[in-house]
C-alpha cells in the first residue's frame, strides 16, 4: 500500500500558493508546479489547503473499559476523518493506563485499526488516585513508548507527588499533562461559577480553582527543571500565568480544546447537559483571552479532549450527566471558524498549533513534519470554502455528544493521508 | 401564561397578578362549606417529587383536589427512581399514563426546565422547586401574602421594600422571590453573611446588605429563610450561635421593624436559629397563613394551565350541582363561571 504514489495536484500548501505534492513510498518524493503524475493516483486539490496531518495531545479513546461509548477503532476513524494522523490516548481507562500492560494493549489497537496513530499517555498515579507514582519509567521503556503522563479527569492534587512526577519523568524526556482542578474548591461543581450559575443555582466551579493549580505547578516545574502541559486551559486567568511562565524561560506548554474557543457559560441555560464539560464552559472575556494566547503562541496548541459518552448519560437531568464532548469531527472546523475566519491566525499558524506543536510537546516522531520531501506523508486535505451543518448521525465516533448538532460550521477535511496512505479521501473513510 | 412554570422570570407582571387574582377567587372557595370546583375534573395532576417535601406535596394536592382533578402522586424514594430509572423513563411512564400535568420537585437544579423542553412528555411542568434553582408558586404565594397585608386586591407590589435574609445561596426560595417581586415592582434587598450569597449577585435586580441591622426599618416585609445547620461544617458560618446572633430574628430586632411589617417565612423553620420561638409565634409572622395561601395560588396556578384557555364543557353540570348544593351563584369563583359559559355549551354534552 504504502509503496503507491499519489499526487495531490494544485493544492495550497500551509494555504500558500498552489502547489502539487508527490507521495511515495509512504513519504513526500516531491513538491512543486507541474509534477509528473505518471503511474500515481491523481487527488484534484484546486482550492483545497494542505495542512500536515493533526495531532491531538488529548484523546478519550475509552477502550478498555467502555467501549459502549469509544472504541480505538471507532475513535482512530473519527480522528481520520477529522484530519488526524496522530491522538494521544489518554489513561482514564477501565482499567487505568497505569501499567505497560495496558498502555501497550492500547498502543497495538491503535496500530492494528490503520486509521491514525496512537500514542497512549500514562497515569501519573496507580489508579489515578493522586497517591503513588505509577510505574512511569516502565510505560516510557514498554512498546508503546509512553513519554506524557497524565492524571486526566483527576487533578495531581498533592504538591509533592506533583513535584515527584515532574522530577521523575525527566530521565525520560518526559513531561506531566496537568488536569488543573483544586479539588476542594470544585466539590460538586456544575458549571463554571459566575453570574450565571448563581442564576440557574447549579454549584460554581470556580476560575481560581485552575488558576492556583496552574499557578503551583509552574513555579513546581521552575523549581525541579522539568516540563509541565496543561491541560484544557479554559480562563483568562490561566493565560495570564502560562504567559508570565513563559516570559520566566520556563517549560511551560498548554493546551485549549475548541470549544473553549467558542462557546460560554450562556449555552448552560438551556440546562442541556451537552453542553456540560469538565473544565466548564467559560464566559466570552475567557474566549477572546483564549483566542488571543492561542494566536500569540501563549497556548501552544489546540487538543480536543474528544470525551465520548453513550446517550443515556447525556439524556438526562444536568447534575445526572456525564460530563464531556466529542471533537475530533469537528476541531479544525471550530479552529477555523474562531481563530482562520476571524485573522486571528493563518494556515501555517493552524499547522503550527495542531500539528506541529502538539507532536513536539508529545515527542512524537514521524508527525507535525513539514510538507517537504523526504518527510513522512502525513497529510490532511481542506476544503476551507465549504459550509455545513454539524450532524452528529453522520459521525464516525460511536458517541454523538457533540455540541454543534444543527449549527453551520466551515470547512471539511476532503483527504488524510497516514503515511501516504488515504485513511480519508473524498470526505470518507477508505 | 406560558404552557409551563419552570421559572418566576416565566411571569409577566399581567400574568402574575393574573395568578394572584385568580388566587384570592380560589382563596374564597375555601370558605365555602363544599370546598370544591369542578374545573378539572377528568384532568390527571402527577405529583413527581424526587426530594422529600410534605409541605408542597400536599399543598398541590390539595390545591389539584379541590380543583377536582385526580392527582397521582408518585414519590421517587420506594419507587422505580431509586432503583434507578431516570428521569426520562419516569416521564415516559407518567406520559403513557394520561398526565395532564407534572408538579416536579427535583434535587437536581434544572430537572423540570430538562421536563418541559426535552420533548420527552407533552403535559404542562410546574416546578415546585428544583435544586438550589426555583420555586415559583413559593414566590407567588409569599406575593399573594404580601399583596393582602400591604397593598390590596388587584394590586401589584410598586414602591413595597421586600428583606429576603439568610441562605440565599442556597436558596430557590430567594431566586423566585428576587424574580417575581421585582416582575411586581417591588425592591427587594438580600441579606445574608457573604459566604451564603451566590459569586455575581450584584447583577441581580436587587440590593444586598451584610448587615440586618441596616435594613430592618425600611422594611415592609421580612422574609427570613431556612438555614440548614449542616452549612457551618463547610464553614459557610463559625457556628449556629454567631449566625443566630448576626442574622437571625428575634423580638428586639422585629421591634426595630415597622408597625406595619410583616415577617414571613417558607417553612420549615429552624426556631432559635434564623427566628426566635417569640417571633414565630407573634400575630405579625405569616408563616401558617403562607400555607393556607400556597393551596390557592396552586390552584390558580393549575386551573390557568390547564384549564383557563380552553371551555370545560362538562363543568356546565357541576355548577349547576353547586347551585343545587346551595352555593349562591355569585359566589362562584369569577374564574369559573368564565369557563362554564351554559350558552355556549352544547346540550348534548351536557349529559356527560
Known amino acids: ?430 | 401564561m406560558k404552557r409551563h412554570l419552570i421559572s418566576a422570570a416565566d411571569l409577566t407582571r399581567d400574568d402574575a397578578l393574573l395568578v394572584l387574582d385568580t388566587a384570592e377567587e380560589m382563596a374564597r372557595v375555601a370558605d365555602r362549606p363544599i370546598k370544591k370546583l369542578p374545573t378539572l375534573r377528568g384532568r390527571t395532576v402527577v405529583n413527581l417529587f424526587f426530594e422529600d417535601s410534605t409541605r408542597t406535596r400536599i399543598s398541590f394536592e390539595a390545591a389539584a383536589k379541590r380543583l377536582s382533578a385526580d392527582v397521582i402522586n408518585f414519590s421517587a424514594k420506594g419507587s422505580s427512581v431509586s432503583k434507578g430509572e431516570s428521569l426520562k423513563d419516569t416521564a415516559l411512564t407518567l406520559e403513557a399514563m394520561g398526565a395532564d400535568a407534572v408538579v416536579v420537585r427535583h434535587y437536581s437544579s434544572g430537572a423540570p426546565h430538562r421536563l418541559a423542553t426535552s420533548g420527552w412528555i407533552n403535559a404542562s411542568v410546574v416546578n415546585a422547586g428544583d435544586g438550589t434553582h426555583e420555586h415559583p408558586t413559593q414566590a407567588l404565594l409569599d406575593a399573594f401574602t404580601m399583596r393582602r397585608h400591604l397593598s390590596g386586591p388587584g394590586r401589584d407590589l410598586s414602591g413595597r421594600r421586600i428583606t429576603v435574609v439568610g441562605d440565599v445561596l442556597h436558596s430557590r426560595v430567594a431566586r423566585s422571590n428576587v424574580l417575581l417581586l421585582t416582575t411586581l415592582g417591588a425592591q427587594v434587598t438580600l441579606v445574608a453573611p457573604p459566604t451564603l450569597l451566590p459569586i455575581g449577585v450584584e447583577h441581580w435586580p436587587c440590593e444586598v446588605s451584610y448587615d440586618l441591622d441596616a435594613v430592618l426599618a425600611k422594611s415592609d416585609a421580612v422574609m427570613m429563610l431556612r438555614v440548614q445547620r449542616e452549612r457551618m461544617n463547610a464553614a459557610f458560618f463559625p457556628t449556629e450561635r454567631e449566625y443566630a446572633r448576626r442574622y437571625g430574628l428575634d423580638g428586639i430586632r422585629m421591634a426595630a421593624l415597622p408597625e406595619h411589617a410583616i415577617v414571613m417565612h417558607p417553612g420549615p423553620m429552624n426556631r432559635g436559629m434564623e427566628i426566635t420561638a417569640e417571633v414565630a409565634d407573634s400575630p405579625r409572622c405569616t408563616a401558617v397563613e403562607q400555607v393556607a395561601n400556597g393551596v390557592s395560588t396552586r390552584m390558580a396556578v393549575l386551573y390557568l394551565m390547564l384549564g383557563g384557555s380552553e371551555p370545560a364543557l362538562s363543568a356546565g353540570t357541576d355548577t349547576r350541582t353547586e347551585v343545587r348544593n346551595g352555593a349562591p351563584a355569585d359566589d362562584a369563583p369569577r374564574t369559573d363561571a368564565a369557563l362554564t359559559p351554559d350558552t355556549h355549551a352544547p346540550r348534548t354534552q351536557e349529559s356527560k
Open chain 1, 1 to 430: 500500500m504504502t509503496d503507491s504514489k499519489t499526487l495531490i495536484r494544485g493544492a495550497k500548501v500551509l494555504g500558500g500558493r498552489p502547489q502539487d505534492v508527490l507521495v511515495s513510498g509512504g513519504r513526500i518524493a516531491e513538491v512543486g508546479a507541474r509534477l509528473d503524475a505518471a503511474g500515481a493516483a491523481v487527488v484534484e486539490a484546486d482550492g483545497l489547503v494542505l495542512l500536515p496531518g493533526l495531532v491531538d495531545l488529548h484523546t478519550h479513546l475509552r477502550e478498555p473499559g467502555r467501549e459502549d461509548s469509544e472504541t480505538v477503532l471507532t475513535g482512530t476513524r473519527a480522528a481520520a476523518i477529522g484530519g488526524y494522523t496522530a491522538v494521544h490516548a489518554m489513561a482514564n481507562t477501565f482499567p487505568v493506563a497505569d501499567t505497560a500492560g495496558v498502555v501497550e494493549q492500547v498502543w497495538r489497537l491503535g496500530r492494528e485499526s490503520g486509521y491514525c496513530d496512537v500514542q497512549p499517555v500514562g497515569a501519573v498515579t496507580v489508579g489515578l488516585a493522586g497517591r503513588q507514582l505509577a510505574e512511569l519509567g516502565a510505560m516510557a521503556d514498554s512498546a508503546a513508548q509512553v513519554r506524557v503522563f497524565s492524571d486526566d479527569g483527576k487533578c495531581v492534587d498533592d504538591a509533592v507527588i506533583m513535584r515527584r512526577a515532574l522530577e521523575y519523568v525527566k530521565a525520560f524526556d518526559g513531561v506531566v499533562a496537568q488536569h488543573a482542578q483544586e479539588p476542594r474548591l470544585t466539590e460538586g461543581a456544575q458549571m463554571n461559577e459566575g453570574t450565571v450559575s448563581g442564576e440557574l443555582g447549579l454549584t460554581g466551579w470556580p476560575a481560581v480553582a485552575e488558576e492556583s493549580v496552574i499557578a503551583r505547578d509552574v513555579l513546581l516545574a521552575a523549581h525541579v527543571g522539568s516540563r509541565v502541559h496543561i491541560c484544557h486551559l479554559s480562563t483568562a486567568g490561566s493565560v495570564e500565568i502560562v504567559r508570565w511562565a513563559k516570559s520566566k524561560g520556563w517549560a511551560v506548554t498548554a493546551e485549549v480544546t475548541p470549544h473553549h474557543l467558542l462557546l460560554t457559560d450562556e449555552l448552560v441555560r438551556t440546562y442541556n447537559p451537552v453542553y456540560k464539560v469538565n473544565p466548564p464552559l467559560r464566559t466570552e472575556a475567557d474566549v477572546v483571552a483564549l483566542r488571543e494566547a492561542l494566536a500569540d503562541g501563549t497556548i501552544d496548541c489546540v487538543a480536543t479532549d474528544h470525551a465520548p459518552h453513550p446517550h443515556e448519560d447525556k439524556d438526562c437531568e444536568w447534575a445526572a450527566a456525564a460530563m464531556g464532548m466529542v471533537g475530533l469531527e469537528t476541531a479544525l472546523s471550530v479552529v477555523q471558524h474562531t481563530m482562520v475566519d476571524t485573522g486571528l491566525l493563518d494556515w501555517t499558524g493552524v499547522a503550527d498549533r495542531m500539528s506541529a506543536r502538539p507532536a513536539a510537546i508529545g515527542r512524537l516522531a514521524g508527525h507535525g513534519r513539514p510538507v517537504a520531501p523526504g518527510e513522512p506523508a502525513n497529510l490532511v486535505l481542506l476544503d476551507p470554502a465549504y459550509r455545513g451543518v454539524v450532524n452528529p448521525a453522520d459521525f464516525a465516533s460511536r458517541s454523538r455528544n457533540t455540541p454543534y448538532e444543527g449549527r453551520e460550521l466551515p470547512g471539511r477535511v476532503i483527504a488524510t493521508f497516514l503515511r501516504g496512505h488515504a485513511t480519508v479521501m473524498d470526505g470518507k473513510l477508505t
